[in-house]
């Protein structure tokens, strides 16, 4: 295995594209096959992966063709743990883009098969590779904000009409909702900054916009580049949506983790712009990431003052490579590493859980009035996640 990788790609849909950063990720690795059920799936393959690439209709048949020793699983996501846990099984080692599943229960299901058979398992949450992050993560290790006590998240997902709101995103069955589908990304970075898992969590938020669009459609053979415009605006004047239009346009999440740090999310996907905006706020004062790609900034205001828009120290964003296209590569080649060399991986398949579990239950109670829900533990011989990442922070320099 290590003189070349040979990976199929499962779904052909919008995250796809993966398979195209593969040969580029480890050395030797290819993408030999695909798998579709739909035949402009499989001609999608064909264009990405070129002529020469096996196309399948299932995993079935990519299983009794063989020669395949990783799969990238970029599947609408009711699908991602029934195939996580089938290739597992069969001794291919999984790659499963976020969210690991859409429940807590299947999440832990796919740990448990990946537990049992010994196959490498991996989750592309991503974000722990973006650029902005990595900074946040350096600032608090190196201790320039003492000790995190709180972080706020804000998402404004000014894309969100046209990126979840016209195919299966839209549709609770599918998706469960966009706290578990997009904001499993947030929920990873919050527990990746603050060392910590939520253990209580309280979510609120509506379908107050889209959900009055009456303009829908099916889209066969379509994905989200086709539809995706910046002239679809305004958001209530979208048309072509998802015939089912039940997850929440606007959401909000309260969390308690395991270390005593409180967290805040809040997801919109009507507002005009898109971007994350981060605030860590510790014991010896906070930051906050101005922009989240190349050219933005991370401030930190760690001496007392009115108001400053600047703060007291400012550490630059470098992501030439453009955000998620980086941070695609970066988490793939962690994969592969993995996989040829059992090299540790930045994060773990139970923090893919615990980001399922939290966005699933936040779900659950901002649907049935705001309830507090507490997360469940992980299954019985889950591997913890190393110590190192449960950090604080070490000693400033000027100490």
Same mark, same amino acid.
């Given at each position: 295995?290590?003189?070349?990788?040979?990976?199929?790609?499962?779904?052909?849909?919008?995250?796809?594209? =993966?398979?195209?950063?593969?040969?580029?990720?480890?050395?030797?690795?290819?993408?030999?096959?695909?798998?579709?059920?739909?035949?402009?799936?499989?001609?999608?393959?064909?264009? =990405?992966?070129?002529?020469?690439?096996?196309?399948?209709?299932?995993?079935?048949?990519?299983?009794?063709?063989?020669?395949?020793?990783?799969?990238?699983?970029?599947?609408?996501?009711?699908?991602?743990?029934?195939?996580?846990?089938?290739?597992?099984?069969?001794?291919?080692?999984?790659? *499963?883009?976020?969210?690991?599943?859409?429940?807590?229960?299947?999440?832990?299901?796919?740990?448990?098969?990946?537990?049992?058979?010994?196959?490498?398992?991996?989750?592309?949450?991503?974000?722990?590779?973006?650029?902005?992050?990595?900074?946040?993560?350096?600032?608090?290790?190196?201790?320039?904000?003492?000790?995190?006590?709180?972080?706020?998240?804000?998402?404004?997902?000014?894309?969100?009409?046209?990126?979840?709101?016209?195919?299966?995103?839209?549709?609770?069955?599918?998706?469960?909702?966009?706290?578990?589908?997009?904001?499993?990304?947030?929920?990873?970075?919050?527990?990746? #900054?603050?060392?910590?898992?939520?253990?209580?969590?309280?979510?609120?938020?509506? =379908?107050?916009?889209?959900?009055?669009?009456?303009?829908?459609?099916?889209?066969?053979?379509?994905?989200?580049?086709?539809?995706?415009?910046?002239?679809?605006?305004?958001?209530?004047? =979208?048309?072509?949506?998802?015939?089912?239009?039940?997850?929440?346009?606007?959401?909000?999440?309260?969390?308690?983790?395991?270390?005593?740090? *409180?967290?805040?999310?809040?997801?919109?996907?009507?507002?005009?712009?898109?971007?994350?905006?981060?605030?860590?706020?510790?014991?010896?004062?906070? #930051?906050?990431?101005?922009?989240?790609?190349?050219?933005?900034?991370?401030?930190?205001?760690?001496?007392? #003052?009115?108001?400053?828009?600047?703060?007291?120290?400012?550490?630059?964003?470098?992501?030439?490579?453009?955000?998620?296209?980086?941070?695609?590569?970066?988490?793939?080649?962690?994969?592969?590493?993995?996989?040829?060399?059992?090299?540790?991986?930045?994060?773990?398949?139970?923090?893919?859980?615990?980001?399922?579990?939290?966005?699933? !239950?936040?779900?659950?109670?901002?649907?049935?009035?705001?309830?507090? !829900?507490?997360?469940?533990?992980?299954?019985?011989?889950?591997?913890?996640?190393?110590?190192?990442?449960?950090?604080?922070?070490?000693?400033?320099?000027?100490?």
């Amino acid at each position: 295995m290590s003189a070349g990788l040979r990976v199929a790609v499962i779904g052909v849909g919008n995250r796809a594209a =993966l398979g195209r950063l593969v040969p580029g990720s480890w050395p030797g690795a290819v993408v030999v096959a695909a798998v579709d059920p739909d035949p402009s799936g499989r001609d999608r393959a064909r264009a =990405l992966f070129g002529p020469d690439v096996a196309v399948h209709p299932d995993v079935d048949a990519l299983l009794a063709a063989g020669g395949v020793d990783a799969a990238l699983v970029t599947t609408p996501d009711d699908t991602h743990a029934p195939l996580a846990i089938r290739l597992l099984r069969a001794g291919v080692a999984v790659f *499963v883009d976020k969210p690991l599943a859409t429940t807590t229960a299947d999440a832990d299901a796919v740990l448990v098969a990946a537990q049992e058979t010994g196959t490498p398992l991996h989750v592309g949450h991503n974000l722990r590779h973006w650029a902005v992050v990595r900074v946040m993560r350096d600032a608090i290790a190196r201790g320039e904000i003492g000790e995190v006590k709180a972080i706020w998240v804000r998402h404004f997902v000014g894309n969100g009409g046209d990126y979840f709101f016209k195919d299966w995103h839209a549709d609770r069955r599918r998706s469960g909702s966009l706290l578990t589908q997009k904001a499993s990304h947030d929920i990873d970075v919050v527990h990746h #900054l603050a060392g910590g898992y939520t253990t209580r969590v309280v979510g609120m938020g509506a =379908l107050m916009v889209y959900g009055d669009v009456t303009d829908r459609r099916e889209r066969p053979g379509q994905i989200a580049p086709d539809w995706t415009s910046h002239a679809n605006w305004p958001p209530h004047a =979208l048309t072509g949506l998802n015939p089912v239009v039940d997850v929440e346009d606007l959401s909000m999440l309260m969390m308690t983790l395991d270390n005593g740090v *409180v967290a805040s999310y809040q997801q919109c996907h009507f507002t005009p712009d898109y971007w994350r905006s981060y605030t860590v706020i510790g014991t010896e004062g906070r #930051l906050e990431n101005a922009g989240d790609t190349d050219g933005a900034v991370v401030r930190v205001w760690n001496r007392r #003052l009115e108001w400053s828009p600047t703060g007291h120290v400012e550490h630059p964003v470098h992501d030439p490579a453009g955000g998620h296209l980086g941070a695609d590569a970066a988490v793939l080649a962690e994969f592969f590493a993995h996989v040829v060399d059992g090299a540790p991986t930045t994060g773990s398949p139970a923090d893919a859980r615990q980001a399922v579990a939290v966005g699933s !239950l936040g779900a659950e109670s901002l649907r049935h009035g705001c309830v507090p !829900l507490d997360v469940p533990p992980l299954p019985a011989g889950t591997p913890p996640p190393r110590r190192a990442d449960r950090h604080r922070p070490r000693e400033r320099a000027d100490d």
